[in-house]
């Protein structure tokens, strides 16, 4: 089946570390995205990226590094500088085709203390 | 500027009848796609259903509809037939179509609950 997996589902850190967010798809899809959510809140963009080895920020960058050498893979890295690291952060994958519609994964619920 | 609003932060609704969530949006594109997502207490976001802005026709798929009007900038999504399993956040989001940006503009959501 095809989809976007996320690991883990749950990921408990402490403060200072750096910690890295798996997403893979086999959707075949060009496009890539990171978004963070808190509660009661939308979604925000952390990075995207339209192509293998090209990314762009997103709006809450700071804090945060991302990668993306093959076209599956779009791992998110949440740095020790990124203030507010506890939230949940969805991966998303998006069409060939217009309107791009995204899928998004499980998401990864990550926890700093 | 480009911006998706959602008055509505909670909304009930009964099981088997039909329910309204609105979204209306700002943005000087001439072109543009509107989306709807789910989000179940799971976490994951479902994509529901999409309109284009030049699409003559509301969209629907299943029990889902988009009421588009486009004069007054809205695109509120109609769930028939409620199920419990529609409680839910309700997402609206938005993206020109010209050009190749695929970045999507979001709404702070609507969380519906099914009554038995």
């Known amino acids: 089946d095809g989809g976007i997996t996320q690991s883990p589902k749950y990921l408990f850190r402490k403060e200072g570390q750096n910690v890295t967010l798996s997403c893979e798809q086999n959707l075949n899809h060009d496009a890539m995205y990171w978004y963070r959510q808190d509660p ?6 952390i990075y995207y990226s339209q192509i293998v080895n090209d990314f762009q920020k997103g709006d809450i960058a700071e804090g945060y590094s991302v990668s993306r050498e093959k076209k599956e893979s779009f ?22 085709d217009s309107p791009y519609e995204q899928y998004f994964g499980p998401g990864t619920r990550l926890t700093v203390t | 500027a480009q911006k998706i609003t959602q008055t509505q932060p909670g909304m009930f609704v009964q099981e088997k009848e039909a329910v309204t969530l609105d979204c ?12 709807w997502y789910k989000q179940p ?10 309109q284009g802005s030049y699409d003559q026709q ?14 007054r900038k809205s695109a509120n999504l109609v769930i028939s037939a409620s199920q419990l399993g529609d409680s839910a956040m309700y997402f609206c989001a938005m993206r020109p179509l010209a050009g190749n940006n695929r970045k999507l503009i979001w709404g702070l959501g609507t969380s519906l609950a099914v009554n038995p």
Request: with cysteine.
């Open chain 1, 75 to 96: 791992p998110l890295t949440v740095t020790s500088a990124q203030k507010n690291p506890t939230a949940f952060y969805l991966c998303a994958s998006s069409t060939r």
């Open chain 1, 40 to 45: 009661g809140q939308g979604l925000r963009l």
């Open chain 2, 41 to 50: 207490s799971s976490g994951e976001m479902i994509f529901l259903i999409y």
């Open chain 2, 58 to 71: 509301n969209a629907t798929e299943g029990r889902y509809s988009l009421n588009f009007q486009k004069a």
């Open chain 2, 24 to 35: 209306t949006y700002d943005t000087s594109d001439p072109s543009y796609g509107l989306f």
